[in-house]
């Protein structure tokens, strides 16, 4: 993929659309509470007006009904947003229209407007090219820097393209030289982490890993639902009946393909969930590491038990290439928190050794945040369905709509 990116324009004088992904979480007083998503277009974004660009910021905030709700309204960004970029940020009511169009035109180099929501309009999300066209008539040149919403044609991020030259911020180049040209070409030995709940899920994922990869390793709930396909017992375990048949096809096409699978030798068990009532499991919750093949009825496996750890531990030890997607427990209480670390820990060493390392979806992020590693790594993507369909090898229409060098 060569892509044009925000170096190989001159934006002097230029009013650029930036298309972000300020998706953010917000507390029941409106302030956010993690600006991950915005601290990351800071490259960009001062690149830009570095450059001489005024800037015209779109987003989306949550899925906002035809009310408009006000808790997704883009004003509750401006504050912090003006805060990271040291400077004033405008602000206009509507993201097309009379208030849009004169806040662009007015706007001056080294200023930024932020649209409000996108999605307030309908449009936005059938592409349509009527309200494509309405967005760009704001700037001169597009920038799509929204890796987050990549997987999905929209205006802001596809349509645009018909009217507007569009080119990559950094943040959008980095995930597609790091995601695109790694699955284009990985070092070997190449080893894919797959876990999180669920099968149905991670089987594009895990499919198209097996074309690539020389070990996967299967961990977290989705893990019961391949043991139970190899008939094991797993008591009251998650597991997703109507994808054991899926999960037997997966392990016959990885042996087949001479993958080596990795799954779960024991696992760290409860009587009960521990986050569907922490206070009952705090005074009644009983817990033990059993093997894999011990799971009674009553007990449920939340966490990869020690040994499991250290086959996955030594699964990682010497890899060049490392993609980790889900976490291996219920790393949220720290009781089943363990796998989810030991993995981190063995991803970190092996970064640190030379590998390419990848984490995706917002449950790895987090996970690797609690462990205190996250700058160890060598690419955590900003996409949650978007760097799962890229894994999947699907080709994104986000980034098809970027013009290529």
């Not at 004088?13 to 915005?38: E, L, Q, S, W």
């Not at 704001?138 to 802001?156: M, T």
């Not at 699955?183 to 890993?209: C, Q, R, T, W, Y």
Request: glycine share 8%.
């Amino acid at each position: 993929m060569n892509k044009k990116t925000i170096k190989d324009i001159d934006v002097k004088g230029k009013k650029v659309f930036v298309r972000v992904d300020y998706n953010v979480p917000f507390d029941d007083k409106m302030n956010i509470t993690n600006d991950t998503r915005m601290v990351r277009t800071l490259p960009t974004l001062n690149h830009l007006l570095d450059g001489g660009a005024a800037l015209i910021l779109a987003c989306h905030i949550g899925r906002p009904t035809e009310a408009k709700e006000e808790k997704f309204s883009t004003k509750h960004l401006v504050k912090h947003l003006s805060e990271l970029l040291k400077k004033d940020v405008k602000w206009a009511s509507d993201c097309v229209g009379p208030e849009a169009e004169k806040a662009a035109a007015d706007l001056k180099p080294g200023e930024v407007l932020l649209l409000e929501n996108l999605r307030y309009h309908k449009e936005e999300k059938k592409n349509d090219p009527a309200f494509a066209k309405q967005l760009a008539s704001l700037a001169d040149i597009a920038v799509d820097d929204a890796f987050g919403v990549a997987h999905r044609a929209h205006a802001s991020n596809v349509g645009i393209a018909s009217d507007l030259e569009t080119v990559a911020g950094f943040l959008m180049e980095k995930e597609i030289n790091y995601i695109g040209k790694t699955l284009e070409a990985p070092a070997h030995p190449f080893v894919a982490i797959i876990g999180g709940a669920k099968v149905s899920d991670k089987i594009g994922v895990i499919s198209n890993m097996i074309e690539k990869v020389d070990t996967i390793i299967i961990g977290g709930g989705m893990a019961h639902t391949f043991d139970a396909a190899k008939g094991l017992a797993i008591g009251d375990s998650l597991c997703e009946p109507d994808k054991m048949d899926l999960a037997k096809e997966l392990l016959e096409k990885a042996k087949a393909k001479g993958v080596k699978v990795i799954l779960p030798l024991d696992v760290a068990v409860a009587n009960m969930f521990p986050l569907a009532d922490e206070a009952k499991f705090a005074s009644e919750g009983k817990t033990k590491v059993v093997d894999v093949d011990k799971v009674e009825d009553g007990w449920q496996a939340l966490d990869s038990g020690p040994k499991t750890s250290e086959a996955y531990v030594e699964a990682l030890n010497g890899a060049k290439t490392i993609i980790w997607n889900g976490p291996m427990g219920v790393f949220e209480c720290d009781e089943f928190a363990k796998g989810t670390l030991a993995v981190a820990k063995a991803v970190a060493d092996a970064t640190e050794a030379g590998a390419t390392s990848i984490v995706g979806g917002g449950d790895s992020i987090a996970a690797l945040k609690k462990t205190g590693l996250s700058d160890k790594i060598s690419h955590i993507s900003t996409g949650g369905g978007a760097t799962l369909e890229f894994l999947e090898g699907k080709v994104l229409p986000g980034i098809a709509a970027i013009a290529e060098k």
